[in-house]
């Protein structure tokens, strides 16, 4: 994931860009950081297909995206772009 590749909340932006975990749940903290510095290192979507991170294709109008487990409800989303995470964003889709 470039650096200057947009993260679609400012929860996220501030933990990658700053360190600021202050509005991620604490529940939820150590398994976003996995994740996002994975994404950081990832090339395409299958280099996320990682145990544990549970890699599945969005569907229907998303079905340009991708999305990772961090809990029962709770997906890190995003979709590659010339090699690079891009429109990253912590969703509860369920």
Request: glycine fraction near 4%; include cysteine.
């Amino acid at each position: 994931m470039a650096v200057d590749s947009p993260l679609s909340t400012c929860r996220l932006k501030r933990l990658f860009d700053d360190g600021d975990p202050s509005r991620i749940s604490p529940a939820l903290l150590a398994k976003v950081e996995r994740v996002l510095a994975r994404l950081h290192e990832a090339a395409a979507p299958t280099d996320m297909d990682l145990p544990g991170f549970h890699l599945h294709r969005l569907k229907g109008d998303l079905s340009a995206y991708w999305a990772v487990r961090v809990s029962a409800n709770w997906r890190v989303v995003f979709r590659f772009q010339d090699g690079d995470a891009t429109d990253v964003d912590l969703v509860d889709y369920h």
